[in-house]
């Protein structure tokens, strides 16, 4: 009985789909890692084919790049089948502009990437939060009040600061603010009275901050004696 030889394994289709969601959204592995609550370097080897991608973690993948796993699935039984026809031109109207001012593309590379550097002529505040949120460390930023009144930010809150805003994003908070790097804004999950979705644009971004962890102390090379006449604990038979 003759078999039919597979060029890839079954699964790459969807790993390739989950790559591309996963640049379009402009997350990074850690980052995305961080938001799932996922060990980066499993994250990283599953996406790349070279570990078992298990059930429970694509439906986590799913969920946080809003992805319908049942669609997904049938989207790439039919893509095994026949190719996608051809889309006529749409009649559609253009969507409308964005509410947020347009800034530079990001750079492509992500930062935990080998080949990533940063750009200078980019979206800087983007990339110093990117950074600090795959460091794993406290971020502390200044907003322009002018530019939040649309952002989801409670007007009460806006009222206390004239000019500038200050947010602090502490490390171990990282994860329920659910950072996300939209092309003209930040998206996260800010905490005052309640919970607020929020979406902070670049333009009102004036100072960005990142906190080193506190290095740890490491023992004296050569410790000091004990000085004389102090007590010790002696075993006796």
Not at 27 to 35: H, I, P, W
Not at 213 to 226: G, L, R, T, V, Y
């Amino acid at each position: 009985m003759a078999t039919r030889a597979s060029s890839s394994r079954p699964s790459e289709p969807l790993l390739v789909l989950l790559r591309d969601r996963i640049r379009e959204k402009g997350l990074t592995t850690s980052e995305l890692a961080l938001r799932c609550g996922l060990d980066r370097a499993s994250l990283k080897r599953e996406l790349a084919g070279t570990e078992a991608l298990t059930v429970d973690n694509f439906i986590v993948l799913a969920q946080a790049l809003d992805l319908d796993p049942a669609g997904l699935a049938q989207a790439d039984s039919a893509a095994a089948v026949t190719p996608a026809p051809e889309e006529p031109p749409s009649a559609e109207p253009p969507p409308p502009a964005s509410r947020f001012a347009v800034l530079p593309d990001p750079a492509p590379a992500a930062p935990d990437d080998e080949s990533w550097e940063p750009d200078p002529s980019g979206n800087v505040a983007l990339q110093a939060l990117r950074v600090g949120f795959a460091l794993a460390v406290d971020i502390f930023v200044h907003l322009d009040v002018r530019h939040l009144r649309e952002s989801g930010i409670p007007a009460e809150v806006l009222a206390r600061y004239p000019e500038l805003l200050p947010l602090r994003f502490p490390v171990k908070f990282h994860r329920h603010h659910k950072p996300r790097f939209e092309k003209d804004y930040f998206g996260c999950v800010l905490s005052f009275d309640r919970l607020y979705p929020c979406e902070l644009p670049w333009t009102a971004f004036r100072q960005v901050e990142l906190t080193l962890p506190a290095a740890s102390a490491s023992p004296p090379a050569n410790p000091a004696p004990e000085p004389p006449g102090r007590p010790v604990l002696r075993v006796v038979k």
